[in-house]
């Protein structure tokens, strides 16, 4: 299964997730499921880029995530993991932080298989 495809998957069902997209750093979409994916690239990458350059320049640990309220109470959250970007569209009337909460499970996950997948095989 190829990342985008964990991605597709995994990220629908994570409760209060009303829609994803999953991008890179230059803002070329890999996975989404939403409406108005290209305008929603855009912000993510040019504020995760920012917010990336404003930790470096000013020596902040790194960003995790940023969230921008939407009109309806739709907040747009983007996440950082390695040279990429996630943003995720939440539903109305969930908790944030959990959802937050949830979202950063699943990347932590995906995270350690990457570099789990990248580790040296034991010789038997």
Known sequence: MTGTDLFSQYLP????????????????ILAQN???????????????INAQSIQKTMGFMPFRHLVFAREHNR???????????VGILAKTGFNLSD??????????????????DHSPKEEE
């Open 13 to 28: 069902q994570i409760k209060g997730v009303d829609g994803f997209l999953v991008l890179r750093n230059d803002g070329h």
């Open 34 to 48: 939403i409406e108005q994916a290209e305008k929603l690239a855009s912000l993510s990458a040019l504020s995760g």
């Open 75 to 85: 907040s747009l959250i983007v996440f950082t993991l390695d040279k990429f970007y």
């Open 99 to 116: 959802i937050i909460d949830n979202v950063y499970k699943f990347l932590f996950k995906i995270k350690i298989k990457k570099i789990s």
